[in-house]
């Protein structure tokens, strides 16, 4: 379980381009950061160095008491751009997959599936959905797995103006059980953040 | 565990459905079996005196061109980064995709090789040796591919460079069931080649996933 | 992380080292490469080969090097894998081009040497086919190599592929000879034939000295253009960003 992130004068470096030094950032329970800054500053490559999908350049990046390896294996989860769903397969034999795969008890899938109204939805392809239906998909797989720290790239981008305020409410949600949430936005989070921004 | 055969389950679908699965692998193969005697010219002689080699050549290629998409729609779709964000070592992920792949590809290719063989020439009483020889080779077959499949992500050309990679490291398996059925049709002791075809396919299920779980990380990193 | 070795962990001081090592291997190459073909282009016609026998100076050399450049290779991929140093990957990606020249050159010149000695250019003799099979490795890791955009990944992919092969060499090699026996094929070359006389055996060892030489020399040349390389794409990355 993941209390805590510290992020202390990290580097990062991609394809050969350096894009940051010097970073830092503190989160701790219960709180929300949003990263800003202009295109290729770095944003999502900042949530996959905590992801531990790209590594620093220098610095470090620490989850409190907890071993980097295992906090990352099982405390966090990456809402990217991509959701890694099968365009041929339904809409429910996806989400019960990765719901499974991210340890979520099937009481959690249920409530996450009325939560996002997503019932109607089950029996379909995943081709057949929408954008902004494919990323309710995407949340209600992150409301189900037992994860503390979100890392959300750009979460807003496919979805309307109710799904928006919908969202707000999970992420406090979340926040309010101890969560930790750190968000790269061009648009403001629809809850109140601390933002943390990314010079170009 | 459970974990894992849901992954496992999951792997065998999506690689039964992709791109025709079985059907596509099994086409190919007849294909390339169907071209053997039109190069060759149709005496039984000569062909019988192929059959055997041409079956089992012809199978190797037919693996080698499943593992095209292997490793490739999960990196390009994301779902390679949501496999690696889990409490499942990526090396035991890697093996179930490779299983998944044999189970949905490399056993109804097994079960086409007699027929295949058989069609050339090939003495009916070969059959399940064939069988057995094609199914143990799968396994070899799925597990050293995999790596030129984990290697070649992000590449330009992937699915040629996964062929150039993937094909030196299919002699040792094509040597050893080919020797065992060679040995076999001829009257000779046949299970030291069978016997050697099946240990190479033990190492490339231990060493493999390792090799491969450290190229799906050097791709996604 | 384990310290890396000295030498290798400073790139100073390996360019200060190779400036003269190179140039004094590449005369060395030279020195005894000359001396090792005027001995065997004097010693006596071999009583079975004839004349044919002079390839073998120019052949053999060229095998033993196609496997250690191999074995170089793989020490230089397992050193840039463990210890992430960019001056083995630079070692790793100059050996490459360099082995797989020494293998065709091997495959090449047993060709030759193949058409009178067995009446056939090419026979599918245990050894040829085992040399074959390490040049399409070595094709394989220069492919992957070329054919990845970002260069630490590429580094590190061809790193695992060599050594990959060179775990799969001995296998291969041994399945090779397996089959061969299987076949019970013309085994031209015997195991364990007459003694080399001194007439041969001198130029041959001048011969594999010479060509070790050369390999370093070249390799040394190679690793620098890599390094200089390098870091002119570093600085020009620098001013870009300036």
Redesign the interface.
């Given at each position: 379980m993941i209390q805590a992130l510290a992020i202390t004068e990290l580097a990062l470096r991609r394809g050969g381009r350096h894009l940051f030094d010097g970073l830092n950032l503190t989160l701790a329970a219960g709180e929300v950061c949003a990263v800003t800054g202009p295109n290729g500053a770095g944003k999502t490559s900042l949530l996959r160095a905590v992801?531990?999908?790209?590594?620093p350049e220098a610095g470090t990046i620490g989850f409190g008491a907890a071993d980097p390896a295992a906090a990352?294996?099982?405390g966090?989860?990456?809402l990217?751009?991509?959701?890694?769903?099968?365009p041929?397969?339904t809409a429910a034999?996806e989400l019960t997959?990765?719901t499974?795969?991210?340890?979520a008890s099937p009481g959690a899938l249920e409530t996450a599936v009325a939560d996002l109204e997503l019932s109607r939805l089950l029996a379909l392809e995943v081709r057949r959905l929408s954008a902004g239906q494919r990323r309710r998909l995407s949340l209600a797989r992150l409301a189900a797995a037992p994860r503390a720290l979100w890392l959300l790239d750009e979460p807003l981008s496919p979805l309307d103006a109710r799904w928006r305020a919908r969202f707000g409410e999970m992420m406090a949600r979340h926040l309010a059980g101890g969560g930790l949430i750190l968000a790269a936005v061009h648009d403001p989070l629809p809850i109140p953040a601390r933002e943390l921004e990314i010079p170009a | 565990m459970?974990?894992a055969l849901?992954?496992l389950r999951?792997e065998a679908?999506?690689a039964w459905?992709r791109g025709g699965g079985p059907l596509i692998a099994v086409g190919f193969y007849a294909g390339v079996a169907t071209l053997m005697p039109l190069a060759i010219g149709p005496e039984p002689e000569r062909l019988a005196a192929i059959a055997l080699g041409a079956a089992w050549v012809a199978l190797a290629l037919a693996s080698l061109l499943c593992l095209d998409r292997l490793f490739e729609?999960?990196y390009?779709?994301?779902?390679?980064?949501?496999?690696?964000?889990?409490?499942t070592p990526l090396e035991l992920v890697c093996a179930i995709k490779c299983l998944g792949q044999w189970l949905a590809t490399g056993a109804p290719l097994a079960v086409a090789a007699p027929v295949a063989a058989i069609a050339l020439g090939a003495d009916p009483a070969l059959a399940p040796l064939i069988f057995l020889c094609a199914l143990v080779g799968g396994l070899a077959f799925a597990f050293t591919g995999g790596?030129g499949a984990a290697?070649?992500l992000?590449?330009?050309?992937?699915g040629l460079?996964t062929a150039?990679?993937v094909?030196?490291?299919f002699?040792?398996p094509v040597?050893?069931g080919?020797?065992a059925l060679?040995?076999f049709a001829g009257g000779l002791p046949w299970q030291s080649g069978l016997a050697?075809l099946g240990a190479?396919a033990a190492?490339a299920v231990a060493?493999g996933p390792v090799?491969m779980a450290?190229?799906c990380r050097?791709?996604?990193? | 992380m384990i310290p890396a070795p000295a030498f290798l962990s400073n790139p100073e001081r390996f360019m200060s080292f190779s400036r003269w090592a190179a140039p004094l291997f590449g005369v060395i190459a030279i020195g005894l490469g000359l001396a090792g073909l005027w001995l065997g282009f004097t010693a006596p016609e071999d009583y079975q080969q004839g004349d044919t026998v002079r390839i073998m100076f120019i052949h053999v050399p060229a095998a033993w090097l196609a496997m250690f450049v191999y074995a170089c290779l793989a020490v230089a991929s397992f050193l840039s894998?463990v210890f992430r140093h960019v001056l083995a990957d630079a070692a790793a990606a100059a050996a490459a081009p360099l082995g797989a020249g020494f293998t065709f050159l091997a495959l090449v010149t047993g060709s030759l040497w193949g058409r009178p000695m067995w009446g056939a250019w090419w026979v599918w003799d245990a050894r040829l086919t085992s040399v074959l099979?390490l040049f399409?490795?070595y094709?394989?890791y220069i492919?992957?190599r070329g054919?990845?955009?970002?260069e630490t990944?590429a580094g590190?992919?061809s790193a695992?592929?060599a050594?990959?092969?060179a775990?799969?060499l001995p296998?291969?090699h041994?399945?090779?000879e397996?089959?061969n026996s299987?076949h019970q094929g013309a085994s031209v070359l015997r195991e364990g034939g007459p003694a080399m006389p001194p007439v041969f055996l001198v130029p041959l060892l001048l011969m594999a000295l010479a060509y070790t030489s050369a390999f370093g020399s070249l390799w040394l040349v190679r690793i620098r253009g890599e390094v200089w390389r390098r870091r002119a794409e570093a600085a020009a990355l620098r001013a870009a960003r300036a």
């Open positions: 992801a531990g999908l790209l590594a990352r294996a099982s966090l989860h990456f990217g751009h991509q959701d890694g769903l099968k041929a397969r034999e997959f990765w499974r795969w991210d340890g | 459970s974990r849901v992954l999951r679908a999506l459905g729609r999960d390009e779709d994301g779902a390679l980064e949501g496999l690696v964000l889990s409490e790596i290697l070649s992000g590449a330009r050309r992937g460079l150039v990679i094909l030196p490291l002699v040792p040597i050893f080919g020797g060679d040995a050697l190479y190492a060493l090799a450290g190229a050097n791709a996604l990193t | 894998l099979i399409l490795i094709l394989a492919a992957l054919a990845i955009d970002d990944k590190r992919a695992i592929l050594l990959v092969g775990v799969n296998v291969i041994y399945s090779v397996w089959w299987l």
